[in-house]
């Protein structure tokens, strides 16, 4: 191998569906063993280091159903350390994609701020003509039905 291939990092797809042969309580323990074998395996280097958004990734779901596969990005320091992290696909210079993402978070935001405004005006809308044709339902109502005589308080009487 040369210094570049040493230096630059790899890319894996780890399988980890053997995870499921263990105790569903023992699953994601079993997946970061699995991931740190595969890097010793492949990176050859006993010192193996997880970074922490994989770590975060693999335990997002819970101790017994983590991920069944991974996409990993691995990477070897001068001291023979491996560091695995998840890999995330860049499509072009990461500066543009930053600003692309920021304009898009920044107008993303004000439409949903005006749109939340709107869906909240039509609901108050909705809601008042609602209650109005409610009102005025049970009003027609009262006026339809017959007057009934209330029943006086006080002593029943006796029938014999």
């Not at 063993?33 to 492949?42: G, V």
């Not at 922490?52 to 990734?57: A, K, Y």
């Not at 993303?108 to 809601?127: A, G, L, T, V, Y």
């Given at each position: 191998?040369?210094?570049?291939?040493?230096?630059?990092?790899?890319?894996?797809?780890?399988?980890?569906?053997?995870?499921?042969?263990?105790?569903?309580?023992?699953?994601?323990?079993?997946?970061?063993?699995?991931?740190?074998?595969?890097?010793?395996?492949?990176m050859?280097?006993?010192?193996?280091?997880?970074?922490?958004?994989?770590?975060?990734?693999?335990w997002?779901?819970?101790?017994?159903?983590?991920?069944?596969?991974l996409?990993?990005?691995?990477?070897?320091?001068?001291?023979?350390i491996?560091?695995?992290?998840l890999?995330?696909e860049?499509?072009?210079?990461?500066?543009?994609?930053?600003?692309?993402?920021?304009?898009?978070?920044?107008f993303?935001?004000?439409?949903?701020?005006?749109?939340?405004?709107?869906?909240?005006?039509?609901?108050?809308?909705?809601?008042d003509?609602?209650?109005?044709?409610?009102?005025?339902?049970?009003?027609?109502?009262?006026?339809?039905?017959p007057?009934?005589?209330?029943?006086r308080?006080?002593?029943?009487s006796?029938?014999?």
């Open positions: 191998m040369s210094t570049l291939d040493e230096d630059s990092p790899r890319i894996y797809t780890v399988n980890l569906g053997k995870a499921w042969l263990t105790p569903q309580y023992k699953r994601t323990d079993r997946v970061v063993n699995m991931i740190r074998e595969f890097a010793r395996k492949h050859k280097s006993k010192e193996v280091k997880l970074d922490q958004e994989l770590n975060r990734h693999v997002e779901r819970g101790r017994t159903n983590p991920p069944r596969r996409r990993v990005r691995m990477a070897k320091d001068e001291g023979g491996v560091v695995v992290s890999y995330e860049v499509i072009g210079k990461p500066e543009e994609i930053a600003d692309d993402e920021l304009k898009e978070n920044q993303s935001e004000q439409e949903k701020n005006d749109n939340k405004e709107e869906e909240e005006e039509k609901d108050r809308e909705k809601e003509s609602t209650t109005e044709k409610k009102q005025e339902e049970i009003k027609e109502a009262q006026k339809r039905r007057k009934q005589e209330k029943p308080k006080g002593r029943k006796k029938k014999s």
